[in-house]
């Protein structure tokens, strides 16, 4: 991976588009009609400029994910997990897993094919933004009693109550006093004490890594997998191995985040193939008109089968029908390529304009890396506030043609 604080190259431009000739247009329309003919034609370059965009994003999203630009196709999946492989010699968690490290999330996840966050920059840099404030890296659980004071804060607002500054107050230095153990007790620079410090940073730099990251990972149309909220508990036989796999960064933003971001992806792109329809439906040569509108349903279908690999990433799903979610995302995102492609390729071999992919060869999983990965903390040993709404937006996505 790349080192600490590097950041990927921009990938470069797309070329500029090229203006057909109204002669080229008019062959392909059969039409006589200039104006007809110069607005297909302006259709026609919207079109590749679109379609240009749509391959730069992807190539730009798999640079920041420190995964290299040589393409857009290929077996790319990222690999969430929950419940890391220490949990497995744990004395309390390491028999719901066999003593198992390899069934833990983490150790399903490192085996399967494709990448996991550990890999990427922003595991780097949200590293260096820990060791700002830790030097060892590690952060320290806030103290039971800051735990059991916001836990009372959330029941008021949960019953409707308003702030009440003085009994927060009250209740505060009655928990204070009654944990008589205040290690791990964060201090500001006035002697105040600065309740939830060490949970917030956590939160604040590793929540953020995992909304870019899985940001990334969507618009570079990776698969997404999902490992350690499914798995039975091997000690009892029942219930999962994880013990709250609802409360997990992957269940409170990570596949929030994916969701979303296939969804806003799919609507864009769901334009870029109208506009194919409708080039295909002014085809003047039945044969034509007819394969370029079935290249333009391929494509369609593609897109929505992106978006419901996706959805099948849903915690309430059934077990066997989130495994597949990175398999149909994989497959829509080909599928969609693969009749873009031909589709463009229809159009250059008539010497009209289109997109092109340059020729990339299909883009293969990275091997794994020879050196261990730094370990990367999804699962913080205390209990963290929920940050459902970030106000995280999936990009600049390219505008429709």
Excluded at 308 to 336: K, V
Excluded at 366 to 385: I, K, L
């Amino acid at each position: 991976p790349p080192p600490p604080g590097s950041r990927p190259a921009s990938p470069p431009p797309p070329p500029p588009p090229v203006h057909p000739k109204l002669t080229e247009v008019g062959t392909f329309s059969g039409s006589q009609d200039p104006r007809a003919n110069q607005e297909l034609g302006d259709r026609m370059t919207a079109l590749q400029v679109h379609t240009e965009q749509v391959y730069a994003q992807i190539q730009e999203n798999l640079g920041k994910l420190g995964l290299g630009e040589d393409g857009p196709t290929g077996t790319l999946q990222y690999n969430l997990w929950s419940g890391p492989e220490k949990s497995a010699s744990d004395p309390k968690l390491g028999p719901a897993y066999g003593n198992d490290p390899a069934r833990t999330g983490e150790g399903q996840a490192a085996a399967a094919p494709g990448y996991l966050m550990s890999s990427t920059p922003e595991h780097f840099r949200a590293l260096d933004e820990i060791k700002q404030g830790y030097p060892d890296g590690k952060i320290p659980s806030d103290p039971p009693y800051q735990k059991d004071f916001t836990a009372w804060l959330r029941q008021q607002e949960g019953q409707g109550l308003p702030y009440d500054p003085k009994a927060a107050q009250q209740k505060f230095h009655e928990l204070w006093r009654a944990a008589g153990n205040h290690e791990g007790t964060a201090l500001l620079p006035d002697g105040s004490i600065a309740v939830g410090e060490h949970g917030a940073r956590f939160q604040n730099a590793w929540d953020r890594a995992s909304d870019e990251v899985a940001l990334h990972a969507t618009l570079s149309m990776s698969g997404v997998r999902s490992f350690g909220l499914d798995e039975v508990n091997l000690a009892t036989g029942q219930g999962t191995a994880h013990p709250n796999p609802m409360g997990t960064v992957q269940v409170r933003q990570e596949i929030p985040m994916v969701r979303r971001t296939a969804d806003e992806l799919a609507g864009s792109l769901h334009e870029n193939v109208q506009a194919r329809r409708d080039i295909a439906a002014a085809a003047g040569d039945p044969a034509l008109r007819e394969d370029l509108a079935g290249l333009a349903d391929r494509a369609d279908q593609g897109i929505r089968k992106f978006k419901e690999g996706a959805d099948l990433l849903d915690p309430a799903n059934p077990a066997a029908e989130r495994a597949r979610s990175a398999d149909t995302m994989i497959a829509g995102r080909n599928e969609f390529l693969g009749a873009v492609g031909e589709f463009d390729q229809r159009l250059n071999g008539l010497g009209l304009p289109a997109a092109t992919d340059h020729g990339a060869a299909p883009r293969t999983s990275p091997e794994p890396s020879p050196e261990p990965p730094q370990e990367h903390p999804q699962e913080h040993p205390q209990e963290q506030p929920r940050n459902d709404d970030r106000g995280t937006g999936p990009g600049d996505l390219p505008p429709s043609p």
